[in-house]
């Protein structure tokens, strides 16, 4: 599969990684955690902006005092404002977690944010939300309940629990499920989510409004820093860390909805199709994706360059995924 180009685009950090990538206002807004290494207590919040040819237009850094900033997540609100979202941990001097919450900031313009905001549940890492009409749905998992919940409402007003254990240990017998994405697509939800026990195969939910139940279809598959993009009505693009020989990489992938909905035998092989594998390896993946203008913009990080971890932008034609 070609693809146009791939950029570095974050290098500013000696750890630079966990990206999400959101189109606002004709230019593409990339956040990422900025730090000394992936556990340090120094997690701060990068946000790069770039034109749609991946020229770098601004930057800036987001950080609290004594607290590491994980794992960011951008979304456009219903009124057309960029929200931030981040999992905030708590250190003491030696980097011991105090506590843990979730976080958001607002911004009207991109270059300036508001305060911060908790929200969700203490101890529930929210991992990112997508909207629906005026609401945002969203995962959180706690590994100690090996769970996932479904939370709902806005960040910045009034953020619950809509559904309990959605995706658990106890209920469906898959151990530690966790990083997730979710695309609504005629108000059918489906779900992405990374597993990390016994077999550490992703798990593909689909669920119908209200979203209270679920049926989950074992993909077979590793699958780490999903991101999920709807292509059309028919067909759902697959982000993240992927096993290739003995390699991880981060791969992008397709999903034939219709085949979903005929697979009665389950036959996995036949669901998921692997297209290509971006310039990675080491430590990499955790992408975000954007579709603009028949265009896939794709944020990632890899140290394929120097045993660096660095952010980095790739852009290719959508056709090739259809």
């Not at 697959?238 to 219709?258: C, E, H, P």
Request: with cysteine.
């Amino acid at each position: 599969m070609h693809i146009n180009w791939t950029k570095k685009i974050g290098d500013k950090g000696i750890h630079n990684a966990f990206t999400d990538l959101c189109e606002f206002k004709e230019q593409l807004f990339c956040c990422y955690r900025e730090a000394k290494n992936h556990v340090s207590a120094d997690g701060s919040i990068r946000i790069v902006t770039s034109d749609l040819s991946g020229k770098q237009i601004g930057s800036l850094k987001l950080s609290e005092p004594n607290t590491d900033l994980r794992d960011p997540k951008l979304s456009i609100t219903p009124k057309g404002n960029l929200l931030l979202i981040a999992y905030a941990r708590l250190t003491d001097i030696n980097n011991k977690t105090l506590s843990t919450r979730n976080l958001c900031w607002v911004s009207q313009t991109g270059k300036s944010w508001s305060s911060n905001t908790e929200f969700a549940d203490k101890g529930w890492w929210l991992w990112r939300v997508k909207w629906l009409n005026d609401m945002a749905y969203g995962f959180a998992y706690n590994r100690r309940a090996n769970a996932i919940n479904l939370y709902k409402g806005h960040p910045k007003r009034s953020f619950h629990l809509h559904q309990p254990s959605v995706l658990s240990l106890a209920k469906h017998n898959k151990g530690y499920p966790n990083e997730s994405d979710l695309v609504f697509i005629n108000n059918t939800a489906f779900a992405l989510v990374r597993r990390d026990a016994d077999t550490y195969s992703a798990q593909l939910g689909v669920s119908h409004f209200p979203y209270k139940k679920w049926q989950w279809t074992d993909l077979k598959a590793y699958i780490g820093g999903p991101a999920m993009l709807k292509i059309n009505e028919n067909t759902l693009l697959i982000a993240g860390r992927v096993v290739q020989g003995k390699q991880l990489v981060t791969g992008l992938l397709s999903l034939n909805i219709d085949t979903l909905k005929a697979n009665k035998l389950n036959v996995v092989s036949k669901l998921l199709k692997l297209h290509t594998i971006l310039p990675s390896s080491g430590d990499n993946s955790y992408p975000g994706l954007v579709l603009k203008n028949g265009s896939l913009y794709v944020s990632y990080y890899s140290s394929h360059e120097s045993n660096k971890t660095n952010v980095y932008l790739s852009k290719l034609n959508v056709s090739q995924f259809l």
